[in-house]
């Protein structure tokens, strides 16, 4: 069996392990998010906990196009979440239109900010545009395991240890207004890097 199908057969399991053992919390909306749909946004290397943290709201993840976004659909389903397929990055134009549509059906999404490919930590502006097109707040997620495990992949995969809890908490969160210009959505960006401890784009 290769590799690609040990992974597919594997993950689901570990999956459902991990979400039964680890304590992770559940988000809670605040008052500073408004009352609509949000856009939760994390580094890869925090995915997991992530995902955990917003299940209850079902939000529409964004999940790449690769072997490893296959096996991470397999792997949640569609019960939990809504999912869509393409990435911000480079030309992500189509995912943005469909992250868009969920945001004006009034679901939430979540999107990791780096990637799909690395580098680690390189912050893309695609979920800046995605909050200037939709008027939506940006709430960054990051998550911080006592001793978790992590994987030696280009994103430094987190993978909380059974049995322990997870903090995941949320930065400050980000409203950016459809006239907002250039200059402001690269403070915007530096705060997300500030953040989330991590380079800007380039």
């Known amino acids: 069996m290769s590799l690609q199908r040990w992974k597919l057969a594997l993950a689901p399991v570990v999956w459902h392990f991990l979400k039964s053992t680890v304590s992770v919390g ?8 408004g009352n609509g749909p949000v856009i939760f946004a994390c580094l890869h290397r925090d995915i997991l906990p992530a995902i955990m943290y917003v299940r209850g709201v079902r939000p529409a993840l964004l999940v790449s196009d690769s072997p490893d976004g296959d096996i991470l659909v397999k792997t949640l389903g569609r019960r939990d979440y809504r999912i869509v397929r393409g990435a911000t990055g480079g ?20 999107l990791a900010v780096d990637g799909p490919e690395g580098p680690f930590g390189s912050i893309r502006e ?70 989330f401890d991590v380079a800007e784009e380039g």
């Open 91 to 110: 030309d992500g134009r189509r995912a943005l239109v469909l992250l868009r549509r969920e945001l004006e059906a009034g679901h939430s999404v979540g």
């Open 26 to 33: 559940e988000f809670v909306p605040r008052g500073n998010l």
């Open 126 to 195: 695609g979920v800046l545009h995605l909050a200037r097109m939709t008027g939506a707040p940006v709430a960054p997620l990051v998550a911080r395991a006592s001793h978790p495990l992590v994987l030696n992949t280009w994103d430094r995969t987190v993978v909380p240890i059974p049995f322990r809890k997870v903090e995941v908490d949320i930065g400050p969160v980000i409203w950016i207004s459809q006239d907002s210009r250039d200059v402001d959505m690269k403070k915007h960006l530096a705060g997300l890097a500030e953040f």
